[in-house]
């Protein structure tokens, strides 16, 4: 039998012990034959190394400079630890299966760092044509690539091999402590294998819509009556009226189904490149981790390239993905029973009754004549906000008590004729502020039950624009005032709170005229106003640049003198001068409703007389309320 130590046992030579001359002849020998196979061993070794060094300095290298010296620094610190290790083996710390181990992964890293630099943009078109026509996984691929890329930004990565089995990696560089390291974020770095995967490897993609199809058809066909009678022919559908527990038993079948076939390659292209919902993939598993209940939108790309999901990611893929199946389940329904009408409550009859007549008072709006007159009064009844509604060639403008900026409701036009029932719609949700666009479009429903529209029989638009009264400076605010509610002072109040008049007051006097608080669309006018202060001799003056439309109702007060172009001038440095600032100011106030009131969508200014300016010394009356329903 065969001994440890690699010979035979000789027999004994008798029965008083054994020939040990023989014996010492052969172990001798066998020793000898241990040590020349151990130095052969060693002899070789050297020699590989020699040569594996030499193989990698004479490593051909391109025109890129920045390449060139990205892989020289890599090649001397892959020399460097075949040196090492060569030195540990032939010390005995570092075994000859581990010695060869790494000199393997040494050569075939090289080996694919190189092929993957060399290749991994040839593919490119390729890539981006399965992706455009979805044969190819695209938020996969494009990671892949990108990784790929980045890896070789020579100016940011390098060439690391791992000293324990001399393993080659790709990493982006990231400085600590003063010097570059290898960054330990998973989705920086790669192995050899891994970055040769990424530069070459082509991922199918999933035609959702196929899958579904195809599953769809493959089911078979199920027979239910649902709970109104109906005969549905189906597979796996949910089925109206059926029971709650029924209705479970037929989703929770029909999911098991779709996790059947949807693996985790398909499920995690299904997510990226079909749902357009913000998922993507990593190389860092706490990032693709559930935290807190919440699922992430990573998904984890393992280092062989495969895809692994969350179970949440995974159930998320199938219900999504069986929402997808319903669409082509095929359904049939056959001979069905009379469902019971629902029966309404006295409640519900009677605000579909009124939902009725508020759409038939909207509808008489677009009729014109008197029937538009009739109905608007009985609008104003129902909503106090409202004062006026007119018509002009594309739109229904309504008017509102407190000055509110209008609001205009356009035409809906086929064919060159206003369609009537719909515009309707409109002016429902806008004049009754019990319905919105959603309850009105039902009444309009409801109402063509049992009424016909025709055609519209009066001619000529219908109402006309309502001028407000203006106010003065005794009842009107400021925006400043108007927000302090019923606190607020007028604007009369603000003047006399002034300093004593002095040019130098000009700017405390155009602060308080910029506040007015303007009519829509007015504010352009007021913001126009200037006010400077001058010395004119012993008098103080002040002059104010206004709008042309402004002129008019300031320029025959008592104590304004005209200046060139659109400015006045009022003496200022008297008591009684703030007399005459409140005219001008009521002036103001009074263009600015001038300009409001020639708003009308119909017509231009130069169709409505002027308003009529106030006399020096006095005030406008008022219609409507104080200031304080400008809120």
């Known amino acids: 039998m065969a001994t440890k130590i690699g010979f035979k046992a000789k027999p004994l030579i008798d029965s008083g012990g054994v020939d040990w001359l023989s014996v010492t002849?052969?172990?001798?020998?066998?020793l000898?034959?241990?040590?020349e196979a151990r130095e052969a061993t060693r002899v070789k070794g050297q020699a590989d190394y020699a040569a594996d060094v030499k193989q990698m300095v004479e490593t051909p290298l391109g025109k890129d400079a920045e390449?060139?010296?990205?892989l020289t620094n890599g090649i001397t610190s892959i020399t460097g630890s075949a040196g090492m290790d060569n030195r540990l083996w032939r010390s005995g710390a570092l075994s000859t299966k581990d010695y060869m181990r790494n000199r393997a992964n040494r050569t075939q890293g090289t080996d694919l760092v190189l092929s993957a630099y060399k290749t991994y943009n040839k593919n490119y078109d390729a890539v981006m044509e399965g992706i455009d026509d979805k044969s190819l996984a695209g938020e996969k691929m494009l990671f892949l690539k990108a990784q790929a890329e980045s890896m070789f930004?020579?100016?940011k990565t390098g060439l690391y091999i791992n000293p324990l089995n001399s393993e080659i990696n790709v990493a982006k560089k990231q400085l600590v402590d003063g010097a570059y390291v290898m960054s330990d974020n998973p989705n920086e770095f790669l192995n050899a294998s891994e970055l040769m995967q990424a530069a070459s490897a082509m991922y199918k993609g999933f035609d959702a819509n196929t899958a579904a199809a195809t599953l769809a058809e493959s089911v078979g066909q199920r027979l239910i009556r649902d709970g109104f009678g109906n005969t549905i022919e189906s597979a796996y559908m949910a089925v109206t009226g059926a029971d709650n527990d029924t209705k479970s038993k037929i989703k929770q079948a029909r999911l098991d189904q779709v996790r059947g076939i949807l693996n985790n390659e398909d499920a995690g292209a299904y997510l990226t490149d079909t749902l357009n919902e913000g998922f993507?993939?990593?190389k860092d598993a706490d990032e693709a981790a559930t935290k807190n209940k919440v699922m992430s939108k990573m998904i984890l790309l393992n280092q062989d390239g495969s895809t692994t999901l969350s179970k949440e990611q995974m159930d998320y893929a199938v219900d999504k993905f069986d929402t997808l199946l319903e669409v082509y389940l095929p359904k049939e329904k056959k001979a069905p029973l009379a469902p019971k009408p629902p029966q309404l409550t006295s409640g519900e009859r009677t605000a579909q009754k009124e939902g009725e007549i508020g759409y038939g008072l909207a509808?008489?709006?677009t009729s014109g004549g008197s029937i538009a007159g009739e109905s608007l009064e009985k609008i104003k009844a129902n909503n106090n906000a409202i004062d006026n509604v007119y018509e002009t060639e594309t739109s229904y403008v309504i008017q509102y008590k407190d000055g509110s900026e209008d609001k205009t409701i356009n035409k809906i036009i086929r064919d060159g004729v206003e369609a009537r029932q719909e515009t309707a719609v409109s002016l429902m949700a806008a004049v009754n502020p019990n319905y919105d666009v959603t309850k009105a479009e039902t009444a309009k429903q409801r109402y063509l039950n049992t009424n016909t529209i025709g055609d519209r029989k009066e001619k000529g638009?219908?109402?006309e624009r309502t001028a407000i009264s203006s106010q003065n400076t005794s009842t009107y605010q400021t925006k400043s005032e108007v927000a302090k509610k019923d606190?607020?002072?007028?604007?009369?109040?603000?003047?006399e709170k002034l300093p004593d008049p002095d040019e130098d007051n000009s700017n405390q006097v155009l602060d308080v005229i910029k506040d007015i608080y303007p009519l829509p669309g007015t504010e352009s006018y007021i913001n126009q106003i200037q006010v400077t202060g001058v010395g004119v001799g012993m008098d103080d003056v002040l002059n104010f640049k206004l709008p042309p439309e402004f002129i008019p109702f300031v320029q025959k007060l008592t104590g304004v003198t005209m200046g060139e172009g659109n400015t006045i001038k009022i003496a200022y440095d008297a008591p009684k001068d703030k007399a005459t600032l409140r005219s001008v100011i009521d002036g103001i106030i009074a263009g600015m409703y001038d300009v409001y009131n020639k708003s009308d969508a119909r017509k231009t200014p130069e169709d409505n007389p002027d308003a009529t300016p106030p006399e020096a010394g006095t005030t406008t009356t008022t219609a409507g309320g104080g200031a304080g329903e400008l809120d």
């Open 25 to 30: 002849k052969d172990v001798v020998k066998t």
């Open 32 to 35: 000898t034959e241990q040590e």
């Open 67 to 70: 390449a060139n010296e990205w």
């Open 153 to 155: 930004d020579f100016g």
């Open 280 to 282: 993507s993939f990593t």
């Open 363 to 365: 509808l008489a709006l």
């Open 461 to 463: 638009l219908f109402g």
């Open 487 to 495: 606190q607020g002072v007028s604007i009369s109040e603000q003047i």
